[in-house]
């Protein structure tokens, strides 16, 4: 999970930063980076996890992405 994040985060704050217009967002793109990447992290090892148990399937992937990206609708809206 720390390795994934760990290379995911400075990734995604990166791309972030290319493509950030505005300074109120490039302030905040260090967190939302942060945020994502933890998110990112957590379905690979959630699905690598469920995969040893033998308990993945496509379905269960499906539903762990949908999770996942509520959890980030919700987030972008709050603020």
Known sequence: FAALF???????RGVSLQFARSKLYQEAVGMHAARQAVMIAAFVVL???LQMQR???GLTALLLFCVFAIIEIVALARR
């Open 6 to 12: 760990f290379t995911l985060a400075p990734l995604i």
């Open 55 to 57: 308990a993945w399937n």
């Open 47 to 49: 699905n690598a996890l």
